[in-house]
């Protein structure tokens, strides 16, 4: 897995493929608590690294923030994507 060069609110390092939870803001603006995927995205104008929801299409993503936190990955829990 490829290191973000970030780290989550304890300091652990957050690698592609990591679940994370954080706090994610929706269509209307406003957080919610949410679990989501660390994605690479290289197209048009969402080139890096961001969170993506199970179900969202390769362009959508939010932001990760310092207030994330590493709960797992795909490779070992996919079960935490719901």
Request: contains cysteine; negative net charge.
């Amino acid at each position: 897995m490829q290191f973000t060069g970030l780290r989550d609110k304890h300091g652990k390092e957050i690698y592609e493929g990591e679940i994370i939870q954080s706090n994610l803001e929706n269509e209307m603006g406003s957080f919610e608590q949410g679990v989501a995927q660390v994605v690479w995205c290289g197209m048009n104008s969402c080139v890096g690294f961001h969170l993506r929801q199970k179900g969202q299409s390769e362009q959508e993503g939010y932001s990760i923030g310092t207030d994330c936190e590493v709960i797992g990955n795909v490779y070992e829990h996919p079960e935490l994507l719901v």
